[in-house]
């Protein structure tokens, strides 16, 4: 669990605007090279995409992992597993749901 102190420590490590989409333009290729490997597309949305992938990078400048941006890391590395993106129910989702819980990644048409 993350202690009140750590939580205070993380959320004041604010990177800058220029910072987080330095990371972002670093880890697109990755996010895209994911989506084709599993027969997905990334949401035609470029506003939501680019966001989606902002909050990856901002979440890689934090906790020094690309979890997801809709979830909460909880401090515990192990457990944390399922957060990284594309997170353990991206794929149950979007056959489910044609998405995924961010609506990154879409069911291909």
Sequence with gaps: MITFEREYLLMNLIPTREEIREVAEQIRPSIEKIAVKKGWVLNENKDVTDS????LARNKLVY???FCPCRRPTGDAEADKIYLCP??????DIEAF???HC???FKKQ
């Design 52 to 55: 989606t992938i902002e909050g």
């Design 98 to 100: 044609g998405h995924c």
């Design 64 to 66: 020094g992992k690309r």
């Design 87 to 92: 997170c353990r129910d991206s794929a149950a």
């Design 103 to 105: 609506h990154l990644y």
